[in-house]
């Protein structure tokens, strides 16, 4: 009995140390924007984290999806309304990979022919930067 008692109080102490530390040890993520009318979608576009959010994070920032569907490309999507209130919806789908992650965020409004994604703002803004260096293209 008395050596239960003594492995006790090397053990509990020892539990709660490593459990501390694992707590410590994780990392703050950037949240996205949340969809909402106020907020420009450009905005929310190329400033939404892709590859970082996994779905639960999605879930406790942007509360449960309308909708969840399977995409044409085979991944999973989660789909969320903004503006309803006043008659004019602006539609997000967050798309997850197979990993559990958001890879893309699609957005459509009546703005918009066509809709666009944070993948194609993201990678267009890294372009911007070379297309000035390279000179105006074929069409300016």
């Given at each position: 009995?008395?050596r239960?008692?003594?492995?006790?109080?090397?053990?509990?102490?020892?539990?709660?140390?490593?459990?501390?530390?694992?707590?410590?040890?994780?990392?703050?993520?950037?949240?996205?924007?949340?969809?909402?009318?106020?907020?420009?979608?450009?905005?929310?576009?190329?400033?939404?984290?892709?590859?970082?959010?996994?779905?639960?994070?999605?879930?406790?920032?942007?509360?449960?999806?309308?909708?969840k569907?399977?995409?044409?490309?085979g991944?999973?999507g989660?789909?969320?309304?903004?503006?309803?209130?006043?008659?004019?919806?602006?539609?997000?789908?967050?798309?997850f990979?197979?990993?559990?992650?958001?890879?893309?965020?699609?957005?459509?409004?009546?703005?918009?022919?066509f809709g666009?994604?944070?993948?194609?703002?993201?990678?267009?803004?890294?372009l911007?930067?070379?297309?000035?260096?390279?000179?105006?293209?074929?069409?300016?």
């Amino acid at each position: 009995m008395n050596r239960k008692v003594k492995w006790g109080y090397v053990v509990l102490p020892a539990l709660m140390l490593w459990a501390s530390a694992s707590f410590a040890d994780v990392s703050k993520k950037s949240m996205p924007p949340t969809f909402s009318l106020e907020s420009h979608p450009r905005n929310i576009l190329s400033n939404y984290p892709l590859g970082v959010i996994n779905t639960q994070d999605a879930f406790a920032h942007h509360g449960g999806p309308i909708r969840k569907e399977t995409l044409p490309n085979g991944n999973q999507g989660w789909l969320y309304k903004a503006g309803e209130e006043v008659g004019v919806p602006s539609i997000y789908v967050l798309e997850f990979s197979n990993e559990d992650l958001v890879i893309d965020v699609l957005h459509k409004d009546h703005r918009y022919k066509f809709g666009h994604s944070a993948l194609q703002y993201q990678y267009l803004s890294g372009l911007e930067l070379e297309s000035r260096t390279l000179g105006p293209g074929p069409d300016k």
